[in-house]
């Protein structure tokens, strides 16, 4: 038995947030800059959570907490990559 958690506690710890949530189009480019960017910090959230409107809000959110963890900012393209996907996904 002890095995079996050893096995289950390195499958958690070696799997990325993002394979945790399964979202839609996952192999659009606009997918993978989301997944890639957005599971930095934190569980993918899936694009449904939110209006598009409140994703606009979270994306300005999530900039200042990147620069609070010295993370680097989205770039333009990556930004506008992110949005689209949202937009095109939220709820």
Do not use: N
């Amino acid at each position: 038995m002890r095995k079996f958690y050893l096995i289950l506690i390195t499958c958690l710890l070696t799997t990325p947030a993002y394979a945790v949530t399964s979202i839609p189009d996952a192999d659009s480019p606009e997918a993978k800059v989301y997944i890639e960017r957005c599971s930095v910090c934190h569980v993918l959230p899936h694009p449904k959570r939110l209006s598009f409107s409140s994703w606009k809000h979270m994306l300005k959110l999530m900039d200042q907490r990147m620069e609070e963890r010295g993370i680097s900012p989205l770039e333009p393209a990556e930004r506008e990559a992110i949005a689209a996907y949202l937009k095109r996904h939220a709820r």
